[in-house]
């Protein structure tokens, strides 16, 4: 592996597992502003780097299509042609104070990112990896959001006015964190699922050493309590009725 692939392997993971957790208590509006730009400035990075290997000759990289590569282009051109048409260009293509995430900028972010990350993605350990970074960031979101639940942070930092009591790192309120909790204890539940498969599948086979197939349990428990943990999470904002 060269240095720009390590380089860009680097920022791929980097990003995935630290832009769900990113904000800045400076700006009027912490999160979904803050995400964007993290994400304007890390995506055309890997995209420059990328390129940069094809100028050097690097015989080694191919570009890899997949069967959501047309719709994802059609949405964005449609998206575009929409803002172009728009009565208000400005805001449709860059947002406007409070509601960023809907402007095409936003939307060709991301677009760019799910086609770095399609590409960069050569094995099914390497999916895993990506899984594993994406769920150990929520882990420590879910913590975040345990605290404000409880009122935790008023506790915490009494003199420090930007800290908003239902804070979280993913936005504002805590009905942003159920949407995505919700999304990710699917997820947790079913890389938890064939995590488990895998494992005995190993175990059965007689291809695993004692201490790897340890480590393996080791794992299994931690994601079994942070599924535990995400599910009572949801369920005590339920109860609380923090959100409708």
């Given at each position: 592996?060269?240095?720009?692939?390590?380089?860009?392997?680097?920022?791929?993971?980097?990003?995935i597992f630290v832009l769900p957790l990113f904000f800045l208590p400076w700006t009027n509006e912490f999160f979904e502003f803050?995400?964007?730009?993290?994400?304007?400035?890390?995506?055309?990075?890997?995209?420059?780097?990328t390129l940069l290997k094809i100028f050097k000759g690097d015989k080694k990289f191919?570009?890899?299509?997949?069967?959501?590569?047309?719709?994802?282009?059609?949405?964005?051109?449609?998206?575009?042609?929409s803002s172009i048409f728009s009565i208000d260009k400005f805001s449709s293509f860059f947002g406007y104070y409070g509601r960023f995430s809907d402007a095409w900028i936003g939307w060709f972010g991301c677009i760019l990112f799910y086609f770095v990350i399609s590409n960069f993605v050569s094995s099914k350990k390497c999916i895993t990896s990506i899984i594993e970074l994406l769920l150990y960031s929520y882990s420590i979101i879910l913590i975040f959001s345990f605290f404000s639940l409880f009122n935790l942070w008023e506790k915490i930092f009494i003199n420090l006015k930007f800290v908003p009591i239902s804070f979280n790192p993913i936005g504002g309120s805590l009905?942003?964190?159920?949407?995505y909790g919700s999304i990710m204890t699917v997820l947790l539940f079913a890389f938890l699922f064939l995590r488990?498969?895998?494992?005995?599948?190993?175990?059965?086979e007689k291809r695993i050493e004692k201490r790897k197939f340890l480590?393996?349990?080791?794992?299994?428990?931690?994601w079994a309590m942070i599924l535990f943990l995400s599910l009572a999470f949801l369920e005590c904002l339920k109860?609380?009725?923090?959100?409708?």
């Open positions: 592996m060269s240095k720009i692939d390590k380089i860009i392997e680097f920022l791929i993971k980097g990003l803050n995400k964007q730009r993290l994400l304007f400035l890390i995506v055309p990075l890997i995209a420059f780097l191919f570009f890899k299509s997949a069967h959501l590569d047309i719709p994802a282009v059609t949405f964005l051109v449609v998206v575009g042609l009905e942003w964190m159920a949407v488990s498969r895998e494992g005995e599948s190993h175990y059965n480590g393996l349990l080791l794992q299994k428990i931690f109860k609380e009725n923090k959100f409708k």
